[in-house]
Each structure stands twice: as C-alpha cells, then as structure tokens.
DNA sequence: GAGTGGTCTAGACCACTGT
DNA sequence: CAGTGGTCTAGACCACTCC
C-alpha cells in the first residue's frame, strides 16, 4: 500500500505530507510526537525531525516544544520563489538574450529616491537605464540607481560591455537586501521601451542591497507585459 | 572580533553567510570541505553540514559531492514568500476585515476554464465572486472556480457565511497545486469592483489545487492597486 | 515539574562524481 | 578509486512551555 520509502527522512516527509494532504491528519490537530513515529517508521528520532522541521518551514506544520507538532491551519501559506536570472530564463526559452544600456547619468538623489535608498540629499548616485531583449521583443526594462559614496568604483565601469547586476554580484559584497514585487500601469515612456501599450499591467520587481554603510544600489525591472511568475505549492 | 556565536548550527551559518557577503569568499571559489570547517568552528561535521544546507537550499552555496562546496555565482536568487492569508494581513494593518460573497453560480467550463483547469467542456462547476475588505476599502477581489463533479458537496455550501477559502481549507485535502504572480491591466468591471480606475494595474495571483482525481479549485485574485509583496534576502 | 521539540556528538556507511 | 557531501544512528543534554 505505501509506495514512498520511509526509511529516510525524505520518505518520511512524503508520508506525513500524504497524511495532511488525504485529511488523516487535519488542519489544526495534534499529529503523534517524534519518539512515537520514530517507533513506527523504525529509524532514528533525529531522522523524523529532519522531516518534520523541513515539514514546518514549508508551513505544513506548526511546532512548539511542550505542545507537540500541530497541522497548520493555512497548508502551505510559504512559497520558495525563484528569483530570475535573466540571461538563463530568456536562454532556456530557447531565446538568444541580449542586453542594451539605454542611458548612464550621474545624478543626485530626489526625494523619492532619498526614501527609497535612505541617502541624503546629497549622495552622489549613478543612473543606469538598461533593456533586456529576449531574441527581437524587449523582456524587462530596467533602472537602477548605484550609491557612488559607497561604491566610488562604479563610476568608472563600462556597462555596455558587463550589465550592472553581474558587476555588482562579481565586485561587491552586500550584507543584506530586500525585494518587493508588484503591479503597476505602463507609462507613455516604459511603454515605447517595451514596445507596448501605454497603460498595460507591468509587473514590477524592485531590489535593494545594503552594507552597514548603507544602500549599495536600487534596481526596478518592469517586465513585458505577459509575464508570469510561477512556483509549486 | 567575531560576534556570532559559531557553537551552534546557525552562528556557523551566519559565519559562513558573513564570509560570503564579506567577499572574504567570492562567488564561484570553493570554500574548505566540512571536516576541515568542523576543525575550525571546534563542533562535530553534522553542525556543519546543517549550516551548510540551509545555506544551499537558500542559494548561496552550490554543493556537490565529491568537487565541493562553491559559493553560488548568483547568490540570493531564491526568496521565500508567505502568501498572504487575507485576514490576517489585514487585521495585521490595524483595519477591519469583512468578506462579501458577490455571485455564485453553477457553470460549464469554457475553453479558457479547460485549459486552466484541464477540465471538459461537461465539467460541472461552482463559480464565486467575492471581495475582500480593508476597512471600507476593497482589497482584492476574488474569482473562484470548483470542481462539482469532485466536490459535489460545495454545491449545498453557504459561502456567505464562511469564505471559499476557509471551507475548502478544513474540508477538501488536496495533494498539489500551483501558484503564479502576474499583472494586468483593470478591466472596467474589475475597476468598478475595487474602486480603482480603468487599466490601472493589478498585482494578480492565480492558483490550482489538485488531487489525483483532478483539479479541484482555481482561483484568482485581484489586488487594489498599490499592493506590494515584500520579503527579505 | 514533566514532556515536548531543538540541537549536538562521534562514528559509520553510502552515493555520487572528478580524475 | 578516492574524496566529497548526504544521511543515519543512538544517545545525550538543553530550552521551552503547558499543566
């Protein structure tokens, strides 16, 4: 009757995200503690609990020392999402991928940008415009603004030859960073760059990356419209 | 000087994340083997094999048996998102939540259904609209399909009392699904619907949630414009 | 205080793959 | 075939929290 391999944590987990799925196991109940399925499926307690917090991460499960392991009560509410790396997403399309610097300007920080980076009014930044093509049909736009108070050597790169974000991730390390994404309405401008109509729902991913001294760079991509972001639950 | 804790699985792995960001290690190097790493962190080489799979599973190491472990040449390209349950993100916001059912009617499934849905045109289908609110705002408006001929039990349920999404939840167990982010452009109905302008644009999550038998339920949901999904790198 | 999960250890064997 | 990561074990102790 069983078919997946308990003897490994990886079968286990298969056998207890069966017994959610089927509603052995419902939403909200107390499911046996690690000793208890380590007799059953005869390994090691160390093994079920490989399973079980691989189980939790994913939101399966919801686990508190003293008061056991619980089924969630939103199944997998977490989705590990891909972020893409252009060049291979446009190439596994069987598409030839091309890059474009549109525009490179050095500029201060308005007072959007001085939200949006944590710099003062002040800051020296470098403007990069950029389109990536996907064989003849434009696929992201993009704008990214580099702090050049903390990264002085941008200044003298030439990203014609290497687009920002494989210089930055090569040259420069970073401690943290966000992402956010979202939906907005093509501009009049965006839209002639990705070939597109004016209006028309772009999806939106914006990046920041920072060290202790500060935001290194921010970069939006508006991608063509059409594109569709997409993982297993 | 060294401020984390490297006596434990997660001081190694903040350790080795520092090295990474740092630069002190840089992408594509191989970084020691785990014994070597045991030796120098003083633990057993299980710790590190647990600092060193986190690490992996988020996509900052490449590891391979035999030829090592390589800082990833793009690190950080995985996030983990939580997908939002709708109440409690509201309520997370400080503001009232309130769901209206809209509409619900049985149905066949059109070309686009079948498709979504891999469905037949003789399908037999419940079909809700509903809106989610944030105080007196519409936050999302929400279309759903389900499967009668799999759930034929949804055909007697009141789904203005208790949300597709709640039932579905505690009372039909699935084995997948799938979800996808996009972004369209407001049609008029949908801007009339979330009190928006026409051709605004969207933040649009989709998903299916299946069972050996079939697709049970199809949703999509339509965010207010303005929506961001956040996470952290 | 007692029982749960969280973690560590030391050792072992296996699976894969580069040379 | 040798060396790396992948996994398992049995036992131990700790941390938390419900009763």
Redesign the interface.
Known sequence: MKLTNTTNWQGIQAEVL?R????KW??GALIPGESELSVEFGCARATVNRALQGLAELGYLDRKRRAGTRVS???????????P?LRLEIEGKGLVYRYELLDQVRCKADSKLMHLMRVPATARLLHLKSLHFAGCQPYVFEERWIHLNIIPQAAKVDFEKQSANEWL??NV??????????????TVQQAKRLECQS??????VE?S?W?QRGVITYVRQF?A?????????
């Not at 390390?173 to 992402?179: L, R």
């Not at 419209?225 to 639950?233: D, F, S, T």
């Open positions: 069966a959610i799925r089927k509603g419902k939403p009560l939103n199944p997998a509410r977490k989705v590990t999402l891909e972020i790396v991730i090569t390390p970073f401690e943290a960073g966000d992402i956010t994404l979202s939906a907005i309405a093509a209006r028309d729902g772009l999806f939106m990046r990356t060290t991608f419209p059409g594109y569709r972001m997409h993982a297993q639950l």
